[in-house]
């Protein structure tokens, strides 16, 4: 054997395939929100069975592994899921639920869109609402209390310890958090609820970038027959879809091996969009530079599959630079010379875009 075939298989003996884990929230005795018509539980495996397909379909198994916490009507304990996920090596765990409110809510009826979270400490009362509806499936487990090591679901001081385990995968969760949130809100065209932060235990449980998304509201007649449908699952499964082949070739330096099917502008990717000359000035809490450097940092605010005016009113008033990358076009504030100045700046940005989270550029160019 030559030495240029012991490099090879040596190669593909440490290489491993990306694994995404596939969470459909609760199941068999655990019905979670229940709606006129259906439940929860089935929703979630529906549209999470439909999602393991499409990535299977369009990835090989040597480049992507699915894995489900359950493929299956049963029930499986929150602290199994985060063990099914850290076992697999995870790479991206997607947690899939349905929202809904109490039924003395006025609003219940009519109150619709999706929602996605990553894991942080409460911002609102409300991310702390849904946070405590989904931990409290622990009830259902006879020793919760010792196997959760005291965690009370219902207890807002049980929370602050998520904020001080979220830092690690932060920025990569928002990233795939603002994907699905886009393609939720375009290919399913649901109502944009945003991308929001609460102490979900089963995300701060997983070693790995991880979000829940809370696909729409089954108290909403109007959402539930949706959801209940062939084709709404076809169109949120699709849209969950798009969202991880663009996060996939992301993290992935902008490149999918040849003949892979993919939804994003992989040609293009890694290319920059001149900004305006108003979008090239700098942000008054960078480092006195005007204009960007070769290595620099930025706050990114929005990502959108379509061009976006610089001077958009969802830019809320500041300046902003665009730039393309892997298939969708990108707005960040300020050019800072360092990691510390941007997280000033980001730290104020964060009041008016919560998804916001710092990146590195190189040359224009994004750099992980």
């Given at each position: 054997m030559?030495?240029?075939?012991?490099?090879?298989?040596?190669f593909n003996a440490e290489a491993k395939p990306f694994v995404v884990v596939i969470d459909p929230g609760h199941g068999g005795k655990d019905y979670g929100a229940i709606g006129a018509v259906t439940n929860e539980k089935t929703i979630n495996l529906n549209v999470a069975k439909k999602l393991g397909e499409k990535i299977r379909k369009n990835y090989g198994e040597?480049?992507?592994k699915v894995?489900?916490?359950?493929?299956?009507?049963?029930?499986?304990?929150?602290?199994?899921?985060?063990?099914?996920?850290?076992?697999?090596?995870?790479?991206?765990?997607?947690?899939?639920?349905v929202n809904s409110v109490d039924k003395k809510n006025k609003r219940r009826a009519t109150i619709a869109g999706t929602e996605v979270y990553t894991c942080g400490l409460h911002r609102t009362e409300s991310n702390l609402e849904v946070a405590k509806r989904e931990n409290a499936v622990m009830y259902?487990?006879?020793?919760?209390?010792?196997?959760?090591?005291?965690?009370?679901?219902?207890?807002?001081e049980s929370y602050i310890a998520f904020e001080l385990n979220q830092s690690?995968?932060?920025?990569?969760?928002?990233?795939?958090?603002?994907?699905?949130?886009?393609?939720?809100?375009?290919?399913?065209?649901?109502?944009?609820?945003?991308?929001?932060?609460?102490?979900?235990?089963?995300?701060?449980?997983?070693?790995?970038p991880a979000v829940l998304v809370e696909l729409d509201f089954i108290s909403n007649p109007t959402s539930e027959k949706f959801m209940a449908s062939a084709d709404g699952v076809e169109k949120l499964s699709k849209s969950l879809y798009q969202a991880f082949a663009d996060y996939y070739t992301a993290?992935?330096?902008?490149?999918?091996?040849?003949?892979?099917?993919?939804?994003a502008k992989s040609d293009n990717a890694g290319t920059t969009v001149e900004p305006t000359a108003e979008a090239e000035s700098v942000d008054d809490d960078a480092a006195g530079s005007d204009a960007p450097a070769a290595v620099e940092y930025r706050v990114q605010v929005l990502a959108s599959d379509k061009a976006v005016s610089t001077s958009s009113r969802l830019f809320k008033g500041e300046k902003v630079?665009?730039?393309f990358d892997r298939g969708m076009y990108k707005y960040t504030v300020g050019h800072f010379r360092s990691q510390s100045e941007a997280e000033k700046s980001l730290r104020r940005l964060r009041k008016k875009f919560p998804q916001a989270f710092i990146i590195k550029m190189e040359n224009g160019r994004r750099v992980d």
């Open positions: 030559t030495f240029l075939s012991l490099v090879v298989l040596a040597d480049e992507v894995v489900y916490t359950r493929d299956k009507d049963v029930f499986i304990a929150l602290n199994d899921r985060a063990r099914i996920a850290n076992e697999a090596k995870g790479d991206l765990f997607i947690s899939i639920h259902l487990e006879d020793d919760y209390s010792q196997k959760y090591q005291g965690f009370d679901p219902t207890s807002p690690k995968h932060l920025d990569r969760s928002i990233e795939f958090a603002t994907l699905a949130k886009d393609y939720l809100t375009t290919t399913a065209r649901r109502v944009d609820k945003g991308v929001k932060q609460a102490g979900f235990w089963v995300l701060w449980s997983t070693g790995m993290v992935n330096g902008g490149q999918r091996p040849a003949g892979k099917a993919s939804s630079s665009e730039y």
